[in-house]
T-cell receptor, first 109, second 115 residues
Framework: EDQVTQSPEALRLQEGESSSLNCSYT??????LFWYRQDPGKGPEFLFT???AGEEKEKERLKATLTKKESFLHITAPKPEDSATYLC??????????FGAGTTVTVRA | ETGVTQTPRHLVMGMTNKKSLKCEQH?????MYWYKQSAKKPLELMFV???????ENNSVPSRFSPECPNSSHLFLHLHTLQPEDSALYLC??????????????FGSGTQLSVL
């Protein structure tokens, strides 16, 4: 069974203080690793898909990287509007999508 | 209206009530999903419909009954729920099914409380 573990559970940052979120996974044949952002009272919103180890993708202050066992979401010089819960999900050869429990990021001005 | 719309946003029901959750997608997608999100737990896939046909049912109790009358609408009928069913219920859609390795578009969810 595929497993996704996200750490830390919660992260409090000062504005401008860069940090990284971790997503560790075990999957039978990775077809894709997905990052989503979820704001309070809303559904998850797609950020990135990574397909193979070594791949990197960027969007504004966010950068996602992928290895064979984990993915990192780097937040560079975060702003208060980056406060959200970030979800990681993996899709294996059985096409099932398994989500982690998320990391809740709070950025203080 | 664009995206995925869910109604109601909040629902409080007793254990003997019957209610329905509604989802509508305006994206022209062919697949729709119901997910359950409980606090501090991963999203749990409940049902998947592709081209209006149910293709996945993840051992969900029969007190949850999905209905997909067309590719734009999805319902989740609820009856005799238990307090542990209290959660955020999310609807999502994608262009094709999960086997296309695609991103999902989520609605804002229905926050359900069972008393």
């Amino acid at each position: 069974e595929d497993q996704v573990t996200q750490s830390p559970e919660a992260l409090r940052l000062q504005e401008g203080e860069s940090s990284s979120l971790n997503c560790s996974y075990t999957v039978s044949g990775l077809r894709g690793l997905f990052w989503y952002r979820q704001d309070p009272g809303k559904g998850p919103e797609f950020l990135f898909t990574l397909y193979s180890a070594g791949e990197e993708k960027e969007k504004e202050r966010l950068k996602a990287t992928l290895t064979k066992k984990e993915s990192f979401l780097h937040i560079t010089a975060p702003k208060p509007e980056d406060s959200a819960t970030y979800l990681c999900a993996v899709q294996g050869n059985d096409y099932k999508l398994s989500f982690g429990a998320g990391t809740t990021v709070t950025v203080r001005a | 209206e664009t995206g995925v719309t869910q109604t109601p946003r909040h629902l409080v029901m007793g254990m003997t009530n019957k209610k329905s959750l509604k989802c509508e997608q305006h994206l022209g997608h062919n697949a729709m999903y119901w997910y359950k999100q409980s606090a501090k737990k991963p999203l749990e896939l409940m049902f998947v419909y592709s081209l209006e046909e149910r293709v996945e049912n993840n051992s969900v109790p029969s007190r949850f009954s999905p209905e997909c009358p067309n590719s734009s609408h999805l319902f989740l009928h609820l009856h005799t729920l238990q307090p542990e069913d209290s959660a955020l219920y999310l609807c999502a859609s994608s262009q094709e099914g999960l086997d296309q390795n695609e991103k999902l578009f989520f609605g804002s969810g229905t926050q359900l409380s069972v008393l």
